[in-house]
């Protein structure tokens, strides 16, 4: 048994790394113990770009945080969002309507503290720690109903998170079971690890998360578009992560299937 760090809750499992914790490791933050170096180390031995993928996948959130807010939304739910890093999406959508609202959940502890520790006390925003699985309890959870108005639309966030819901727990239902509580006009926000852009290298990734919580299930673009049926996707489509929609040059890169996540945005009609 491992000794204690001080402080640190006996519900987190410092034997076993997490992803959130390792995600946190690739984006260059301090929120992650040894195990989840040691992990997060091997996987950019073996994949030197993770940590640039992990980045423009940031950059996705904040574009499509930007494109929501100008389609007029002011609510956000952020599921499984993460440690938090620059550019929150609170932030980024507060910096173009400082009425915007947003919820973040995450079924990770350490993930849940810092955004606490973060937000305190801001009244538009609240943090929950919940599994994205059951949309039919965090729809009804009372931190989420206190801030966010269902007559009225909502961003529902699921960046990369969709790839640690397994077919078995049946990813489309529960991205149906969010749509079905949503307004028209509201958007589902998507990003998804894929194994198409590198094969080689998605079968030994796949590989390192099974030591997680949270195994990892890669998808193909049409396993991926499907979770979006019935919506309007918006334009350009599923893409890779740098093509959806770059504001700058430093965002679009020669070879975008080395990114080896799908980025869209639909909206509900
Ligand atoms: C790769 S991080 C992505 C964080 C953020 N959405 C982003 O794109 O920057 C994935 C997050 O999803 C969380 N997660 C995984 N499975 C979850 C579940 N079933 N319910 C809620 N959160 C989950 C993990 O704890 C982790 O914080």
Redesign the pocket.
């Known amino acids: 048994m491992a000794d204690r760090l001080a402080g640190v809750p006996e519900e987190i499992d410092l034997t076993r790394p997490?992803?959130?914790r390792v995600?946190d490791y690739y984006l260059g933050g301090a929120h992650n113990f040894a195990v989840d170096r040691e992990m997060a180390a091997r996987a950019v031995a073996m994949w030197p770009d993770l940590p640039l993928i992990m980045q423009a996948?940031?950059a996705f959130?904040r574009r499509a945080v930007r494109h929501c807010v100008a389609a007029g939304v002011r609510q956000f739910l952020?599921?499984?969002?993460?440690?938090p890093t620059a550019g929150n999406v609170h932030e980024v959508a507060r910096s173009a309507a400082p009425d915007a609202r947003v919820v973040y959940?995450?079924?990770?502890p350490v993930?849940v503290a810092h955004s606490r520790f973060i937000l305190g006390d801001d009244p538009a925003t609240r943090v929950v720690q919940?599994?994205?699985?059951r949309p039919d309890l965090l729809l009804d959870h009372p931190e989420v109903r206190s801030l966010l108005d269902f007559e009225q639309p909502v961003a529902v966030?699921m960046?990369?998170?969709l790839h640690?819901?397994p077919d078995a727990d049946d990813p489309a239902g529960v991205v149906a079971g969010y749509l079905g509580a949503l307004a028209p006009g509201s958007f589902l926000v998507l990003?998804h690890a894929t194994h198409e852009g590198q094969p080689d290298k998605a079968e030994e990734h796949q590989e390192l998360y099974r030591r997680t919580a949270?195994p990892m299930t890669m998808r193909s673009r049409a396993e991926v578009s499907a979770l979006l049926d019935g919506l309007d996707v918006v334009d350009p489509g599923v893409v890779y992560l740098p093509l959806w929609r770059p504001e700058s040059l430093d965002e679009v890169d020669e070879r975008p299937e080395r990114f080896t996540g799908l980025a869209a945005v639909a909206r509900k009609r």
């Not at 959940?105 to 990770?108: G, H, R």
């Not at 919940?130 to 699985?133: E, F, K, N, T, V």
């Open positions: 997490s992803a959130a995600y996948n940031r959130l952020d599921l499984g969002s993460g440690i959940v995450d079924v990770d993930a919940a599994d994205l699985r966030m960046v990369a998170v640690f819901v990003s949270t």
